[in-house]
């Protein structure tokens, strides 16, 4: 009786920890240095097999993917066409993989044509992503070259009238606008900044600065969200329209709008060192991971003010580019607010590393996340993989590597 007592004692004393220890196992975390070097690592892998799959199509570059997963390409004109050759430069600078090297400076070259674009503001983008990084890590003067004139390119869209770089030309799309200039356009600039610097060159540092001044006095609301598109009168130069393109709405507060606007404002801080846009930028971070509609997970709505939420899309393109961004802000701010920014950069790097939004190896185009959006007014790029997003991620990846000493 004992005997019996006391093995039924222990079975029980087994069954009632057991469920305990495996759920205690199973949440705890893995290191985030192992997450760090596993999401990198994986990310090396899946863009090699990217770089192969296309490697027979000249002037084609990754874009997307089909709801059924097939990838779907883009020319170099595309705005977005610059990111894949970015991504495997910061993914050479990661691994020193010689192939990643020749894949970052074939696919750049797929996109250096664009240098002499001056029909969208994009240009931008898509030069300094790739040209940019292949400059920053091998220091070819060739590279230099194509960012130099890239930069007149982009200059030449800046009107002094307004004091902003136009975004788009008119279109039949787009005719309500006299002059649009998007949130996203604070990305651009990126581009000019640098090549002031590196040319010696005061024009192109002061149409950045004044757009982005003038883009923080009326892209704004007080809440510190910003408005998609503003328009502007081209003959008072003031604004004239206050509206969206890609958002829910013209008052609502578009996920990859408020990413763009954070990332730009704290970049402009990094070269200029002008506290305006610190606070800025500081601002907008607080409107982010303050927002009561930003998930646990820290990834957004595709729009914070999206209708359904929680029942809609995440946009995992927003996610990473606040994830890069915040990594950098935490590093002109104090220490409890650093911390802050941190934790939800590395919430971030949790949630887009996991299988939820991590594709399978070899899957759904060789992208490296899922669910993001494109543009869902016009129900384009929906809840599917796109280039920035991870471009944005890998940035993130390296920003937060080599700020811990991972
Ligand atoms: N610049 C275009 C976008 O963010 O969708």
């Not at 990111?83 to 600078?93: C, D, V």
């Not at 820290?298 to 003010?305: E, L, N, Q, S, V």
Request: proline share 4%.
């Amino acid at each position: 009786m004992y005997q019996r007592l006391s093995i039924c004692t222990l079975l029980s004393v087994v069954l009632v920890f057991l469920p305990i220890k495996i759920h205690a196992q199973s949440d705890k975390e893995e290191p985030i240095k192992t997450v760090v070097n596993g999401a990198l690592d994986f990310s090396v892998q899946q863009s090699l097999r990217m770089a192969h799959s296309l490697q027979n199509q000249p002037g084609l570059l990754p874009r997307t993917t089909d709801r059924f997963g097939t990838l779907q390409t883009c020319r170099s004109d595309w705005w977005a066409s610059g990111f894949f050759p970015g991504m495997l430069w910061y993914l050479y600078e990661y691994s020193g993989n010689e192939e990643l090297k020749k894949w970052a400076h074939e696919y750049s070259m797929r996109v250096e044509d664009q240098q002499f674009t001056t029909s969208s503001h994009d240009v931008g983008f898509i030069i300094y992503c790739s040209f940019g990084n292949g400059f920053r890590i091998t220091h070819d003067t060739a590279y230099k070259k194509v960012i130099r004139t890239a930069s007149h390119s982009l200059i030449s869209r800046f009107r002094q009238s307004i004091g902003c770089i136009r975004s788009w030309d008119y279109a039949e799309w787009n005719k309500q606008w006299q002059y649009p200039v998007i949130i996203d356009n604070m990305m651009n600039l990126e581009m000019l900044m640098m090549a002031a610097k590196e040319f010696d060159e005061p024009s192109f540092f002061n149409a950045a600065v004044s757009h982005a001044n003038v883009t923080m006095k009326n892209h704004f609301r007080t809440d510190y969200s910003s408005f998609h598109v503003v328009s502007y009168d081209t003959v008072t130069g003031l604004p004239e329209l206050k509206q969206t393109a890609q958002g829910y709405n013209h008052g609502s507060a578009w996920a990859r709008g408020q990413a763009w606007g954070l990332y730009g404002f704290t970049m402009m801080y990094r070269f200029t060192k002008d506290t305006t846009y610190l606070a800025q930028a500081k601002h907008i971070a607080d409107f982010i991971i303050h927002h009561p509609r930003l998930p646990v997970d820290k990834i957004p709505y595709w729009d914070f003010d999206a209708p359904n939420i929680p029942d809609c899309y995440r946009d995992a393109s927003a996610g990473s580019i606040i994830c890069s961004a915040l990594i950098e802000l935490s590093q002109y701010v104090e220490k409890e607010l650093a911390n802050t920014y941190l934790s939800v950069a590395e919430s971030q790097i949790r949630t887009l590393s996991s299988s939820q939004y991590r594709n399978a190896p070899g899957n759904n185009g060789n992208f490296i996340l899922k669910h993001s959006v494109g543009n869902m007014p016009n129900t384009s790029e929906v809840d599917v993989p796109l280039i920035y997003a991870d471009y944005y991620f890998v940035e993130a990846l390296m920003r937060f590597k080599k700020l811990k000493g991972l």
